[in-house]
């Protein structure tokens, strides 16, 4: 049996609807992901249902399984806590997901205060990426990876990339 792959898309930012994007962006199904859980029986399936649909959250250390096994980032399908700049990054991550023709302005780099080096760090690494991607220097697969993988950095701030 042959398969054609779609892209995911992402419904809402919940943190269900994360997991499954990224399962489904790894072209793997839920039986794939509870069989490498070492879930089994009635149990196998409708764990990954649950996480995906709401129904239930993963604990911590089941959550670290996740990430593994899918290969990202823990942050990037973690619950988030809206108070938590660092969370806030990772969402806008996904709002570019759930809103592919979102335009972003770049131009609020200049307004952001320099205490506030962390989101500068990023929405300077995150322009950087998006030029890219539209430049196609990197694919929509590489831009999709480094969203995956991606770290929130403290320390200098990258002003060449602007």
């Known amino acids: 049996m042959q398969y054609i792959y779609l892209k995911p898309q992402l419904e809402n930012l919940s943190q269900g609807e994360r997991i499954a994007f990224v399962r489904q962006f790894r072209k793997m199904t839920q039986d794939e992901v509870s069989d490498k859980l070492g879930l ?6 409708r764990s990954m249902a649950r996480y995906e649909s709401g129904d239930r959250k993963p604990k911590e250390n089941r959550l670290l399984e996740i990430a593994n096994i899918l290969k990202v980032n823990p942050k990037i399908i973690k619950e988030y806590n809206f108070q938590n700049q660092e969370d806030l990054i990772y969402m806008l991550l996904w ?3 759930q809103y592919p023709r979102m335009s972003l302005d770049f131009n609020i780099l200049e307004y952001l205060q320099e205490q506030n080096k962390l989101l500068l ?24 990876e480094w969203k995956f993988q991606y770290e929130v950095k403290e320390g200098e701030i990258n002003e060449t990339n602007s």
């Open 95 to 97: 709002m570019e997901e």
């Open 121 to 144: 760090n990023f929405m300077y690494e995150w322009n950087d990426m998006r030029r890219k991607r539209l430049s196609h220097e990197i694919t929509y697969e590489e831009y999709i």
């Open 40 to 45: 089994d029986g009635e149990n196998k399936r």
